[in-house]
């Protein structure tokens, strides 16, 4: 099925471990978005990614980093992990930034102990 | 900056009742407006929008208003069924920016 496909699903982690998020959509869509979604703070973006080639940060990016690897992929690195990164991921993707609303993955819940 | 301002829930309601979820908004400019539906244990998907003032967006009986005069977007439906239990969340994207969200509302329904 067309779409945005996120791995892992899950994911523990132990506090200073690293990890990389990954993310791919299959719609030819040029611009691509890390949400991360906390009880009582709906959703918050960490980075975007507006054309291949470029990204840019959102609201959240402390303790974060982004790769738009080519049109498809737009990965997700957290260096050093903190309890406080505990939450679920969620990467997106649309044709632009404008109007067209966008396409979700089904996340990654990450827990950080 | 830009944001937007959901009603805060948890919303409760019986089976076949009416919804309204309240939605505003604080933009420059002329904002598209959205609202997505997240079911549990799954990612968001668009519900509606709407492009300019006064477009009325639908889908499965949902509808919402953008009135640009009182910058709101409130979400409504008529007969609401247990299948509608969601988190649902309002939100915003001006030309050449990320969407917006608000901080979700919670509808149970009960049959």
């Known amino acids: 099925n067309a779409g945005v496909t996120q791995t892992p699903k899950f994911q523990v982690l132990k506090t200073g471990q690293s990890m990389t998020l990954q993310c791919a959509q299959d719609?030819?869509?040029?611009?691509m978005y890390w949400y991360r979604q906390d009880p009582g703070m709906g959703l918050r973006l960490i980075y975007y990614?507006?054309?291949?080639?470029?990204?840019d940060k959102g609201e959240v990016p402390n303790g974060y980093n982004v790769s738009r690897l080519n049109k498809r992929e737009f990965s997700l690195r957290l260096e050093s992990a903190a309890p406080s990164q505990t939450s679920v991921y969620f990467c997106?993707?649309?044709?632009?930034?404008?109007?067209?609303?966008?396409?979700f993955g089904s996340g990654t819940r990450l827990t950080v102990v | 900056g830009d944001s937007v301002t959901q009603m805060e829930g948890p919303v409760t309601l019986s089976e076949e009742a009416f919804l309204t979820i309240n939605c505003t908004y604080t933009?420059?400019?002329?904002?598209?407006l959205f609202w997505y539906v997240q079911y549990p244990g799954e990612g968001l998907q668009l519900l509606l929008k709407?492009?300019?003032?006064?477009d009325k967006g639908s889908n499965k009986g949902f509808e919402a208003t953008y009135r640009k005069e009182t910058t709101s977007f409130h979400l409504e439906k008529g007969s609401v069924q247990v299948s509608d239990s969601a988190v649902y969340f309002c939100?915003?994207?001006?030309?050449?920016?990320?969407?917006?969200f608000g901080k979700g509302t919670t509808l149970s329904v009960s049959s």
């Open positions: 997106a993707s649309s044709e632009s930034q404008s109007y067209y609303g966008y396409t």
């Open positions: 719609m030819n869509h040029n611009s």
């Open positions: 990614s507006a054309s291949e080639g470029t990204t």
């Open positions: 933009a420059t400019g002329y904002p598209s």
């Open positions: 709407a492009t300019k003032a006064d």
């Open positions: 939100a915003l994207n001006q030309a050449g920016t990320a969407l917006i």
